[in-house]
């Protein structure tokens, strides 16, 4: 079975800032991971994912992502915040078979 | 590509009635459909998920004689409320898997029971 630990609700951070949202995981078989955004009302929008290979993953908007296997982590970065980043992140881990499980999720908010 | 649609987004419905909710893969066929729900700043809660031709797998706890889920071909997957009470108001969000590992989310469906 998998799990999805996003450490941190809600973080706040200036616009131009580095944003951090921590993700970890737990799986017994290989996991491939994602990480989502949702906007207010709307349903979930792909930002990268990581299956196999590089570690470093590029997503959309300047999003990129690190797999780091021994520390069970898939933390979720960006140089430089925009408003337009504001919203609601979910890590998620699948065992390969489509048995997607998603962490509770961070709001993200960026101050002008 | 890649889109996935909900309908409707927004019901409001009285006690004791049914509402269906329609998800259809616009432009993919998806062999597998997935059904989440969504509670207020909360995550996604995995209700079922539905291969076409076949009866839907729930996760434990979710009534099925409740949450009838029917996946009739490879681009729609409804979910009907059956009796929906003012518990049953959420979010319920779709999913339409092309191949294994890649789900595409529809927008949602905000359900309000009164």
């Known amino acids: 079975a998998q799990s999805v630990t996003q450490l941190g609700s809600h973080v706040s951070v200036s616009e131009g800032a580095l944003v951090l949202l921590r993700c970890n995981y737990s799986s017994s078989v290989p996991p491939y991971l994602f990480w989502y955004v949702q906007y207010p009302n709307q349903g979930l929008q792909l930002l990268l994912k990581y299956t196999t290979g590089a570690t470093l993953v590029k997503g959309i908007n300047g999003f990129e992502a690190e797999f780091k296997k021994s520390e069970t982590s898939f933390h979720l970065t960006k140089p430089s915040a925009h408003m337009s980043d504001a919203a609601e992140y979910f890590c998620a881990v699948s065992d390969g078979n489509n048995d997607m499980r998603f962490g509770a999720g961070t709001r993200l908010t960026v101050k002008p | 590509g890649a889109v996935v649609s909900q309908h409707p987004s927004r019901v409001i419905c009285k006690s004791g009635t049914s509402v269906k909710i329609e998800c259809r893969s616009l432009?993919?066929?998806?062999?597998?459909m997935f059904w989440y729900r969504q509670f207020p700043k909360k995550s996604l809660m995995l209700m079922a998920t539905?291969?076409?031709?076949?009866?839907?797998?729930?996760e434990q706890g979710v009534e099925k004689d409740k949450f009838l889920i029917n996946h009739a071909s490879l681009t729609l997957s409804t979910l009907t409320v059956t009796s929906a009470h003012p518990e049953d108001s959420s979010f319920y969000i779709c999913?339409?898997?092309?191949?294994?590992?890649?789900?595409?989310f529809g927008p949602g469906t905000r359900l309000t029971v009164l």
């Open positions: 432009d993919f066929q998806a062999t597998t």
């Open positions: 539905s291969n076409e031709g076949s009866k839907a797998t729930y």
């Open positions: 999913s339409a898997s092309p191949i294994r590992n890649t789900q595409y």
